[in-house]
């Protein structure tokens, strides 16, 4: 009995651990991709305006 109830509790340990183990992986990816996303978006806006400011001075270069 006392073998039996240490078997169950060291499973459902195991268990619990490898559900934990995975919401944590799941989180920490999910919170990559938003962190990586944001970063994505905000790169992208500077780009534009660069972009932007530098055509902008291309072109009036070319009319001075």
Do not use: D
């Amino acid at each position: 009995m006392l073998v039996w109830f240490i078997f169950f509790y060291i499973s459902l340990l195991s268990f619990f651990l490898y559900i934990f183990l995975f919401f944590f992986v799941a989180i920490q990816a999910f919170y990559v991709i938003i962190i990586n996303r944001v970063y994505f978006f905000e790169y992208w806006c500077r780009f534009k305006v660069t972009y932007q400011i530098l055509r902008n001075i291309h072109v009036s270069s070319l009319f001075f």
